[in-house]
Structures are given as C-alpha cells and as structure tokens.
C-alpha cells in the first residue's frame, strides 16, 4: 500500500549516459513534483505537474526532461549524465485545491540514490 | 537573504530535554507553514502543520510569528527518536503552489 513509489532506488551509472527515474504515487493526488537533493543535503524543488501540465519548471538543465503520462505517474529523464547530477531524486505529490492549506502538503517517495561516476 | 533560513546546528541535547528551533522566511506574501522532518538517507515526512493560532501535538508545539515572519518548533521531553533534521517549509500561491524548504536543522537527543 506504497503512497508514493519510485525506481530504482539506487542507479549507479557512467557520465554520458541517459537514464530514467519513474515515479507513481496512489493517494489520488492531481499534482506531482521532482526535488534534488545534493550532498548538503538542500532540497531544491525542479519540476511540478498538475493534471499532467507542467507548472513549475526552475533553472534546471535541458538535459532533464519530466515527463506525465497519467496524474498518477511522474518520470524524470536524463540526458548526458554528468558528474554534478549527482544527488538523491525525490518524487513528491499533493492536492492542489487552494487556498485550502492542504494542498501544500506533500507526500515524498523513498528517493533514488543516482551517483555519476 | 534566502527564502527559507534555518540555523543547521547540530543541536545535541539530552533525553528529556525541550529543544526549540526557529525558521524565517522573507516572503510575507506566504500562506502556509509546515515542519517536516528526514531522517539520514530516508524522505522527508511532514510532521506537522503550523496555523496562524499556534498548534500542538503531543510533545511538539508549532507557532508563527507573521509579524516577525518567522516559525518554531518546539519539542517537550526529547526521546532518542526524535533524533534527525527538522525542515521548515513555507508555502506560497503565486498563480501556482510552490513551497520552499530550508535547509534543515539537525537535532541529535543523547542517551
């Protein structure tokens, strides 16, 4: 009964590689996020979908590409991996019904561990 | 000045302690207020929320301060478990929901 699930949860890979984090979340929630979180341990936000549509989009590198198949399904790809990715990737989900606070809360999956080498 | 800010600590305190953190915030357009916590290699859970009137949960008492933008958290008789990096999280509605997280404040409880 995973709220929010992701894979792999661990991906050790080479620089120049693509690769792909899939996220999927069943607590009915219309809007689903991507967080980094660096070796400080700063979780910073990088992408945001509702119903699909991409709605937050910080200064992230156009080799990451989201992508929402479903509202229920999150995937993160990358390009040309490179050293400073990096990171642990977390998938997050949440209402959006403001200004109900609620819709701020946000569940997070266990993370992936991605390390570029 | 960051969005968020919180000290890092560490904050090391016996068990049974009462520990407080505080976080600020520069947006004073925020509307909501939380405190996560993580701990080492897992994800962050909400722990709870924090209303304009102050809130508590069992040990834990939340507060804002919307004058002095600024949030605390404070924890009553500090157990073992409650070792870990406490996140302070603002929310804002600007056409889209963003919440911004601080950097975390780590607490260590000792035996």
């Known amino acids: 009964d995973t709220a929010v699930s992701q894979t792999p949860k661990y991906l050790v890979t080479q620089m120049g590689n693509d690769k792909s984090i899939k996220c999927e979340q069943n607590?009915?929630?219309?809007?689903m996020y991507w967080y980094k979180q660096d070796s400080k341990k700063f979780l910073k936000i990088m992408f945001s979908y509702n119903n699909k549509e991409l709605i937050i989009n910080e200064t992230v590198p156009n080799r990451f590409s989201p992508k929402s198949p479903d509202k229920a399904h999150l995937n993160l790809h990358i390009n040309s991996l490179e050293l400073g990715d990096s990171a642990v990737y977390f998938c997050?989900?949440?209402?959006?019904?403001?200004?109900?606070?609620?819709?701020?809360?946000?569940?997070f999956g266990p993370g992936t561990r991605l390390t570029v080498t | 000045r960051k969005e968020v800010e919180q000290d890092p600590g560490p904050f090391n305190v016996p068990e049974g302690a009462t520990v407080a953190f505080n976080c600020t915030y520069s947006?004073?357009?925020?509307?909501?207020f939380f405190w996560y916590r993580q701990d080492c290699r897992k994800e962050p859970k909400l722990l709870m929320s924090?209303?304009?009137s102050g809130n508590e949960d069992g040990r834990f008492t939340a507060q804002l301060n919307r004058a002095s933008q600024y949030i605390s958290l404070l924890i009553r008789d500090s157990k073992l478990s409650d070792s870990a990096t406490y996140l302070c999280v603002v929310g804002y509605s600007g056409g889209y929901q963003k919440v911004t997280f601080g950097t975390g404040t780590k607490l260590q409880v000792i035996p």
């Open positions: 607590l009915g929630h219309d809007t």
């Open positions: 997050a989900s949440s209402h959006t019904h403001p200004p109900d606070r609620s819709s701020y809360e946000q569940y």
């Open positions: 924090v209303y304009s």
């Open positions: 947006n004073s357009a925020s509307q909501s």
